[in-house]
């Protein structure tokens, strides 16, 4: 155990001193030499949390290392960061670092998932927000793209839906939005955002401040408008961010609601 903390110990010092590839060689070794001996015969508890104390910093560590590394180890460093989180389900760094390593992987949406459960597990952590944001900001540019890119090729010669079948189709799932499955929460007449000239920018910025309540009254807001003014494109848009909001609240009846306009 006194080595394996060594090792870590050297690790850090690596680390801070920008040897990466040293640094994660130590924490490497500082595993192993943890794995040689069977800790979970121990009873001695002081002792159990010595060797917690260490795997853990050390495992989190060399994830960071192996997302750093060129090339990306992203599969280890998952797969070092389920193994914190089998042990602490509730470790934010874990949870966020999974998420850098699902993206990696190109499993976007996981990767998503993962980050809004970081943000939950550490509200302050601004780093952690601001790779959330991006992701999600990618992936509405991304939709965008596909847009473009596909949107034109249907509804133009026989046999498909027209253009105006198509407009149809989305004030008719527009209007829906006063049925039951989703009942605004903020009184229009007393939502302070009703006036705004941009809510959902808005919306943003308040979610990045921790203000998800307001974040909700601000996309209710903009809800009506791009409704009001047709703006099908940016509306159903508005509703999958809502949607993912109420997941970072923890509202998964809402947040379905929401995300199944």
Known sequence: LAAAEAKRAEGNDRFRAGEAAAAQKAYDEALRLLLRQAFEDVEDKALLDRVQACR???????????LRAEPCEAARALELCEEVLEAEPKNAKATYRKGKALLELG?????????????KLAPADAAVRRDLDALRRRIRGEKEREKKTYGGLFGRGPGFASDDRGAERRQDSAASSSDDRYDFICDPARNPYADAERPDEQAAALVA???LEDGVFALEAALRQTASRGSWDQHFGNWLELGRLFMDMNVDALALRCLNR
């Open 107 to 119: 499993e976007v949406a996981e990767a998503e998932y993962e980050l809004a459960q970081a943000c």
């Open 56 to 66: 853990v910093p050390a495992q989190l560590n060399l994830a960071l290392c192996c």
């Open 209 to 211: 401040q921790g203000r």
